[in-house]
């Protein structure tokens, strides 16, 4: 058996442009958990995930940021939640895949930044019918 090195993901880092301003945004609109900050980045917790703002320190890292799937319960709830606090959604809710009784639902964000990040939720549904 091959042993594996990498154990998993430390952190996620996104570019931002105006420190401040992305704050506000993962902190208030999104609700993370504000971890610490200094003058060039800010960490924040994601149910254990550590998610690293950082303005680029070069042009190599100054390009928008890997999309983020940020797992919520209800999306409805989610989606109506951060519609009402301005955050900008592609589209509305939709179904990506259906495998066997579980359905992948998914929508799209811009957050402050011009970064693409996204909310998925797995349902799983009842075959059954009334």
Excluded at 19 to 24: F, P, S, T
Excluded at 77 to 88: G, I, N, P, R
Excluded at 105 to 116: A, I, L, S, Y
Aim: aromatic letters at 10%.
């Amino acid at each position: 058996m091959k042993h594996t090195i990498i154990k998993k993901v430390g952190q996620i880092g996104v570019p931002v442009k105006d420190l401040n301003r992305a704050l506000e945004f993962y902190q208030q609109k999104l609700g993370l958990s504000l971890l610490f900050h200094t003058d060039s980045m800010a960490f924040f917790d994601c149910d254990g995930m550590r998610i690293m703002l950082t303005i680029p320190e070069n042009e190599t890292f100054a390009h928008a940021s890997s999309v983020i799937y940020f797992q919520v319960s209800d999306m409805n709830a989610t989606f109506e939640e951060l519609t009402s606090k301005d955050v900008h959604f592609i589209g509305q809710p939709h179904l990506i895949a259906k495998k066997e009784n579980t359905e992948t639902w998914m929508v799209f964000f811009q957050d402050t930044e011009g970064n693409m990040h996204a909310l998925m939720s797995e349902l799983v549904v009842d075959e059954r019918t009334p």
